[in-house]
């Protein structure tokens, strides 16, 4: 599978880890002030928000009642999961600390709703599913595809019990939640090393003064 963090086209393995492989960009990003970035709908993170946001939108529609508080409050934390990684890639061109910001959003708001569902199966004494269980295992197992999206569990939304189908959204947040864990400590790493806009533009600025002091000395 492969996703786009901060630019770069990563590859990320089924032992865990993202591995770099080359970019896609067509400009050397250590040449520009603004540096490259990906398109969101690759991100990986965003991919498996989708189908979260998809899944708890029919979920609710299901098997919560209208007039229900809790209704609201799961649909805007799936959404606001999946379009704080929109805008934090948006902005991902001038401004780092703001997209390392949105990007910590979308992880709130997908743990928010997270423990909505988990609040759903207890009250109800239904069962949530052990990471290594059966049902877990193939769960993952279906997201390992190239691309994830909602299809995958069209099927299962429209006819499994509701025991089944939050199991199955809180395995899937629990992928989104370590993949922007995942792209936070790459986000954090690359602002440590090369700062944001701010930094950049002094930089260049430094590098370009120093260019035209060589280009002056070599005229003499």
Avoid at 9 to 15: A, F, G, I, Q
Avoid at 155 to 182: G, K, M, W
Avoid at 195 to 204: D, F, I, Q, V
Wanted: with cysteine; hydrophobic share 30%; charged share 30%.
């Amino acid at each position: 599978m492969s996703k786009i963090i901060d630019g770069k086209n990563w590859n990320h393995e089924s032992n865990g880890k993202a591995v770099p492989h080359s970019s896609q960009t067509s400009h050397d990003s250590h040449s520009s002030i603004l540096p490259p970035r990906g398109d969101y709908q690759t991100l990986l993170s965003y991919q498996k928000s989708e189908v979260v946001y998809q899944i708890t939108y029919r979920f609710c529609q299901r098997f919560l009642k209208k007039g229900d508080r809790t209704v609201d409050q799961m649909i805007q934390a799936a959404r606001s999961g999946k379009q704080n990684i929109v805008e934090g890639s948006k902005a991902a061109t001038t401004s780092k600390e703001i997209e390392i910001k949105l990007t910590n959003v979308a992880r709130a708001s997908l743990e928010e709703l997270l423990e909505d569902y988990r609040d759903f199966l207890k009250v109800r004494d239904f069962a949530i599913w052990d990471k290594d269980s059966p049902e877990a295992q193939y769960v993952r197992k279906l997201s390992r595809g190239s691309d994830v999206s909602y299809e995958t569990y069209r099927n299962f939304v429209d006819t499994r019990p509701a025991e089944v189908i939050a199991n199955i959204s809180i395995c899937l947040i629990h992928q989104a939640n370590y993949l922007l864990d995942q792209q936070l400590k790459r986000l954090e790493k690359d602002f440590l090393k090369d700062g944001g806009l701010r930094e950049r533009m002094t930089k260049a600025r430094l590098q370009a003064r120093d260019q035209q002091q060589r280009n002056g000395r070599g005229k003499v």
